[in-house]
């Protein structure tokens, strides 16, 4: 066997044996504990970048440490693959988005083999196969037949570019996640999941996943955000209809003095007068092109427009003016706010903008507030005035009292309300799972029989680029008869989000080969929950909330009997690297910078912001040239090493050439030892070799404790690299080769799960016979960790002086000695009384000196 460290052909071989032995494939025929590692599956763009390296590195490290503890792991691997870019590369290319995406997975799939990733690749599936979406189809119509999914016409986020519909969560920036493109209102047919059925459970259950990152909890709270409070009905004027209002400041009631109603609300024509109709159209056609987010920003300036009509405010019987105002949203509450000027502080300048009543409602205990002087809000609490029965309450106190009494009177109910809206699922677009069913005149919305599923989709279809979906122009498609009245109907051309297709995927894993539903419930029961989630924090309220949604609609359609689909979440940071410009080619490539020049032109070029690594800033490493040169281990070894999983990992090729010395100081540190490894020496426990052992077993322990639920590969590398070190200065290797050996061993196994070619190949040349795993993972010796000796550190009054080393079994009064005749310490306490020494055993001495 060569002794010359050759990463690419020790690669190649290993990666052949397992992908030949299928090593990595698991069953539920197990003794093992399951332990079900996952990251999230990855779009097939094409090529993996450095982000893919990173995350799907995290996950191998954990999976392959599972399996060297005993795990049954499950660690699978497949392809989000219907979207957008398929089919914008169809438009632009002139390639079907099926051959596109098929060729992409290929390309990837070698390449995330390369890596050596331990993935049970029999499990592999895309989302745009038929044998997964048909599961899907059957899905959906389980959830229409139990009121889950419902098709409404409804303003939608409308991306002009993608020419397609957003969810809420898919818009980033007031712009298209995908295209960062304005997104625009449009009225639009939509399907919806009754996702707000599950916004209380959803909620609640964020305080039953302990191993989630607090901060991605906040934002699925904030994002479902439960308000209690009243809705309150606010008669019109001479009519018996009334508006319905959800307020959680039922305190304010009697201060309410005009309604403001979101430009979109139903009711916003219906109520206008014929001589206010040309001011409210034009009002309501300005604020739809104005961005949501911005119209309820404190900063932008509050709008409306007068309706005409009026409505009575039911406990002080006033007439209130109705006005549209931009600054109400339908996605909220009833899209009605009852407005209460001296208290909320957009009704106050909306109010002395277009000169309405103001009533205080709300005295502050330290002040008396006239409307005629107020200059903002009074958003504080107080008592309780011109409010009939509740005067002088405290009006916090009096909420409840209130909301009782508007029960009884008839005018509202307490009630919750949630900020979340159902999830628009409907996606203008042909690359994507078709909707399950048809339109007829005489039977209405029909739902295709589960006896004709898959619907599938249509190859032969025509990309012309001008917007809107082929399958609209694709007859033999669209065209086809009722199955209930046998006339003529036309099917759904609409295709479902892909947000639908992951928010399951995972299930699917448990048994992508099984034949009779989504999901095999006994395989569920033992594969699931995923115990280890992991992945980008951008996708809190997407895909994470979406999942956990799936997962209870599932479950309480019977496929499986799991509440949450993930124990644990890891989210972990990007892969970031210095941008570099030339004043005349804009942004440049790595490779197109050479000695600080442009290699297009010559001129300096200028080192920018680390940022993100993204195709538009140029400043991108393609992780194959990285694997060319220094081979996968090298690879991941950086992308483990350079910083902790959670936090951004900026690129330093100093930093990978520093892994690659490494590794090569573990291949040589074996070699050349193997005269004495291959003599198998007992292992020594006096003298020197008692240190190297120490240093031994102190490592096991804190690279199993850091990795273990903690993920801190960083300081589980640095403290193997130390250990490294104490191999290297060990000058006691021909008296205890045992304590070197043992050492040596210790290295190669604790590496096994970050570098797990090299570590494989160095194993097998120490002349074992059976691989790493079957060896497990090593457990630390709690004898081997005692000290001979303690360092103590020695204070004077509180502050260190000095530090000496004593025998572990010192007692106090030998520890106190020897402190207090260390030379330092002398002379530190020189001409002083020594009024106390404080002993702490094995850490410090505490001199009292006065």
Known sequence: MEERYDPIAIELAWQKSWNDSKKFSVSEQSEKEKYYLLEMFPYPSGRIHMGHVRNYSIGDVVARFKRLQGFNVLHPMGWDAFGMPAENAAIQHGIHPAKWTVENIANMRLQLKRMGLSYDWDREFATCDVDYYKWEQQIFLKMFEKGLAYKKSSTVNWCPECQTVLANEQVEDDGC?????????????????????????????????????????????????????????????????KIKVFTTRQDTLYGATFMSLAPEHPKALELTTDD??????????????????????????????????????????????????????????TGAVMAVPTHDQRDFEFAKKYDLDMVVVIQPKDQVLDPESMTEAWTGCGLMINSDRFDGQENEAAKEGIADYLAI??????????????????????????????????????PVPEKDLPVVLPTDVVFTGEGGSPLEKHKDFYSVTCPQCGQAARRETDTFDTFVQSSWYFARYACPDFASGPIDRAAAEYWLP??????????????????????????????????????????????????????????????????????????????????????????????????????????????????????????????????YRFLNRVWRAVYDNHALISSHPEVETEGEARNLRRMTHRTIKKVTEDIDGRFHFNTAISAVMELVNAIYVFEGKNKYPGALCEAL???????????????????????????????????????????????????????????????????????????????????????????????VPGKLVNVVVG
């Not at 159209?281 to 300005?286: D, G, L, N, Q, R």
């Not at 799960?753 to 010796?781: C, K, Q, Y």
């Not at 709690?782 to 000095?802: C, M, S, T, W, Y």
């Not at 079994?809 to 005749?821: N, S, W």
Request: glycine letters at 6%.
């Open 177 to 241: 996640w995908r295209c960062s493109t304005p997104v625009v209102d449009k009225e639009l047919d939509q399907w919806f999941f009754k996702i707000t059925e599950y916004a209380e459970e959803l909620l609640d259950y964020t305080d039953k996943l302990p191993g989630w990152p607090e901060s991605v909890l906040t934002m699925q709270r904030n994002w479902i955000g439960r308000s209690i409070g009243c809705e309150i009905e606010f008669p019109l004027e001479n009519t018996l209809e």
């Open 276 to 333: 206010r109709r040309a001011d409210v159209e034009a009002f309501i056609a300005k604020v739809r092109s104005q961005d949501k987010k911005k119209r309820t920003s404190e900063d932008y300036e509050k709008e409306g427009v007068f309706t005409g009509a009026y409505c009575i405010n039911p406990v002080t019987r006033c007439k209130m003016p109705i006005f549209l105002a931009n600054f109400v949203l339908m996605d909220y509450g």
């Open 409 to 446: 009177e008839g005018i509202g109910d307490k009630t919750v309300n949630y900020r979340i809206r159902d999830w628009g699922v409907s996606r203008q677009r042909y690359w994507g799972n078709p909707i399950p069913v048809m339109y007829c005149d005489q039977c209405g919305v029909v």
């Open 530 to 659: 995923v115990d280890q989630y992991i992945g980008g924090v951008e996708h809190a309220v997407m895909h994470l909330l979406y999942a956990r949604f799936f997962t209870k609609v599932m479950r309480d359609l019977g496929y499986m009997n799991v509440d949450e689909p993930f124990t644990n979440l890891l989210t972990q940071g990007m892969v970031c690297k210095e941008t570099q410009s030339c004043a005349e080619h804009g942004w440049l490539y790595p490779e197109e910078v050479v000695d600080g020049k442009c290699v297009k032109c010559d001129q300096p070029a200028t080192i920018g912001r680390t940022e993100k690594m993204s195709k538009s800033k140029m400043n991108v490493v393609d992780p194959d040239h990285l694997i060319a040169k220094y081979g996968a281990d090298t690879a991941r070894l950086f992308s483990l090493f350079a910083a902790p999983p959670e936090k951004d990992l900026e690129w330093n090729e100093q930093s990978v050439e520093g892994c």
């Open 745 to 839: 061993e210790t290295v190669v196994k604790l590496l096994a799960p970050f570098v797990p070619h090299i570590t494989e190949e160095l194993w097998l040349s120490m002349g074992n016979t059976s691989d790493l795993e079957t060896v497990g993972w090593p457990a630390h010796d709690e004898k081997a960790l005692v000290e001979d000796e303690n360092l103590i550190v020695i204070q004077v009054n509180g502050k260190v002086r000095a530090k000496i080393t004593v025998s572990a079994t010192a007692d106090k009064a030998t520890v106190e000695a020897a402190a207090l005749a260390d030379e330092t310490i002398v002379r530190q306490v020189e001409g002083k009384t020594v009024r106390k020494v404080i002993v």
